[in-house]
């Protein structure tokens, strides 16, 4: 019994194209993801390591124009 026409290869090959087509849109916007949350985490870094500076200035009893001025007057040396 036929199950029907047999695809062609120039079909075969077109469809075969599409689907790596596809699959290269699904990466690039999976990359677009990916580079977002990986700013987002790197900003969150940052927010997290300035917590802990001015926890430290805290302790220190020091102000951002105290770390300014010392970070100036180390680098001078």
Not at 17 to 32: G, T
Not at 41 to 69: G, N, P, Y
């Amino acid at each position: 019994m036929p199950r029907g026409v047999r695809k062609t290869a120039l079909e075969k090959l077109q469809e075969e194209l599409m689907e790596v087509q596809e699959s290269i849109k699904q990466y690039k916007e999976s990359l677009i993801t990916l580079d977002e949350k990986e700013k987002e985490i790197q900003d969150k870094i940052k927010l997290e390591q300035f917590k802990e500076v001015s926890t430290i200035l805290d302790e220190h009893e020091m102000s951002i124009m105290d770390l300014k001025e010392l970070l100036i007057s180390s680098k001078a040396e």
